[in-house]
């Protein structure tokens, strides 16, 4: 089982401010990473797969970098409405494993 | 755009089968992958499983053993879960796959698992 770590765990920011959130993988993944955005009460969302291609609905201040064992996502000047929980999340045609989470806060 | 929504029992008792229900709008079954995630507050998001457009299913080893995912018209497929314990006590979401990602996901159905 490929096992995805997150950090950190909480990162507490104000808006404007450019947050990089970290993903790690137990053994390389390739690009096969998407990123999750989680609300209380609502569907989670695709913001990210392929490791570095930004879903539908998503502004350019998100991005995601890396490939093998190292990604990264990036929102450049955090909104209002962008705080919330992050999961990385690695697919390959056996198995599907998620991160711990990020929780974005202000 | 498709639309996820799941439905079933929100108690369940640790004899019973977890049985949860998902109804796709805006879509076709028969043209993607779907799947199951849930999300408790000990252990974030967990993969459970999902279903290929042929009816195969693949599944998390974890959970292999007790857990069944199928399809049950043009429009619903559904996750069998059996011998519940309380550390099945989770919000369960239903999504679409695409090439491993989860790109639309229902809103999710909270599931306690009680005697």
């Known amino acids: 089982e490929i096992v995805m770590t997150q950090s950190p765990a909480t990162l507490s920011a104000s808006p404007g401010e450019r947050v990089t959130l970290s993903c790690r993988a137990s053994q390389s993944v390739s690009n096969n990473l998407a990123w999750y955005q989680l609300k209380p009460g609502q569907a989670p969302r695709l913001v990210i797969y392929s490791a570095s291609t930004r879903a539908t609905g998503f502004p350019d201040r998100f991005s995601g970098s890396g490939s093998g064992t190292e990604f990264t996502l990036t929102i450049s000047s955090l909104q209002s409405e962008d705080f919330a929980v992050y999961y990385c999340q690695h697919y390959n045609r056996w198995s599907i494993s998620f991160g711990g989470g990020t929780k974005v806060e202000v | 755009q498709v639309h996820l929504q799941e439905s079933g029992p929100g108690l369940v008792r640790p004899s019973e089968t977890l049985s949860l229900t998902c109804t796709v709008s805006g879509d076709s079954i028969s043209r993607y992958n779907w799947g199951w995630i849930r999300q408790s507050p000990g252990n974030g998001l967990e993969w459970i499983g999902y279903m290929f457009h042929s009816g195969s299913a693949n599944y998390n080893p974890s959970l292999k053993n007790r857990v069944t995912i199928s399809k049950d018209s043009s429009t619903q497929f559904s996750l069998k879960l059996t011998s519940p314990t309380a550390a099945d006590t989770a919000v369960y979401h239903c999504?679409?796959?695409?090439?491993?990602?989860?790109?639309?996901w229902g809103q999710g159905i909270q599931v306690t698992v009680s005697s």
């Open positions: 999504a679409r796959v695409r090439f491993g990602e989860f790109d639309s």
